[in-house]
């Protein structure tokens, strides 16, 4: 069983445009897909799930569309989170949120805030991120220790960066899922997939269900994973 799962959730615009919908519904039934894997995930015992709900180049698209994921964000928040909460599962962010709109900001934080104690499970969910500016982050940081004299720059190893990254306190990651059959990581936990196990399926996100993740995780157990060691 792997601990640590993430998932680049992909499709909710081609769901919706099969269906003569906007846009926005796809993103509702995506949110409502987060819903069903996260259950899923936690029946299994997975420790950690992550999920790649903003990255950094979705600024990209038109305001309309960020304005309907803002307001999404907020209901998912306000609707799951007295239930995530009961449940023990604690709320972790990665990415820059605070580039959003104040409200929605708050409510992040807030939500991070009220689960910060719980320990059965974590949710991670990616906000603005983009793992080359999480390296640049983690480089700079490193840097400035070495200007101060904190650090000898020749003992910076792969831990000392790892310590530096968003995800320095989560477990290691075991497998990265992509839905609707595209075949890149679009700068999605670059450094942490060096050694996971990687899953393309060619299921829309609003259609990847527990069943779906079920099927990802015995994917997972008939892999044996060597780690370069042979």
Known sequence: MPRHVAIIMDGNGRWAKARG???VAGHRAGAEAARKVLRAAGDAGVECLTLYAFSSENWKRSGDEIDSLMGLLRLYIGRELNALHAEGVRLKIIGDHRKFPAETAKMVDQAVAKTAGNTK?????ALNYGSRAELVHAA???AERAAAGEIDPGAIDETAIEAELDTAELP?????IRTSGEHRLSNF???QAAYAELLFVDTL????DGAAF???LADYAGR?????GR
């Open 224 to 228: 044996e994973r060597r780690f370069g």
């Open 140 to 142: 700079r940081a490193i």
């Open 189 to 191: 936990l670059l450094w």
């Open 205 to 208: 996100w609003p259609d990847f």
């Open 121 to 125: 499970r974590t949710l991670v969910i």
């Open 214 to 216: 079920a099927a990802a």
């Open 172 to 176: 290691p990651l075991d497998l990265l």
């Open 21 to 23: 919908l906007p846009r």
